[in-house]
């Protein structure tokens, strides 16, 4: 299993909120090309930026910012917010992106997700926004009637074999995972499932590995020391046990 650390980027600062919630942000660095350094001098061969600007309003303000993370090169770079438009994702796609995330898109125009999703084939991915089990979009403020895991299980029928599932309502909140809905997610066939939110506890890794997931992404729990980094990529490949 890949684990992917992660930065968050409001007005050009590596942040962190609690349950999606623009008004309870906790700023973490002011250089977020210092901190995918760090990252990478750590092990770490992945990357998971989130524009949270574009999350919310759309804009795309922070694309210097990750056009300098991509140029220093090292980390197979995914990054979501902002992704709405065709011309939107081909900027993202035109810094050498690896993988551009498609939210608020992927519920609003799923022909639009498809048509990109074949025009950059491995390179684009699903963001699943949940809370109580159903889909949010523009930037967690919209609440969907969309049931999140069975819009999730028909990605692959449009052509995109990625999806990143956050229970929104575990996220930044260091209390740990939603298990059960990985679990759920891990038998859907032809979906690689990347978990989010609330990823805490090193027994969650070994757990989230002994499921066949593709991918989990740490962000919080990273920042504030309660997992260290060189342990969970350990983890995460079965080097190392829980502790």
Partial sequence: MLIFPAIDLRGGQVVRLSEGDYGRMTVYASDPLEIARRFRAAGAACLHVVDLDGAKDGTQENLPVI?????????????GGGGRSEESVGRYMDLGVDRVIV????VENPALMEKLAAKYPGRLAAGVDARDGRVAIHGWRALTDIDACEFARGLPACGVDTVIYTDISRDGMLGGTNLAVYERLSQVPGLKVVASGGISFEREIAALRGMNLYAAILGKALYTGKLSLPRALAIARGEEAPQ
């Fill in 67 to 79: 056009a300098a993370i991509v140029r220093e090169g090292g980390l197979f770079v995914e990054v």
């Fill in 103 to 106: 939210g608020t898109m992927a």
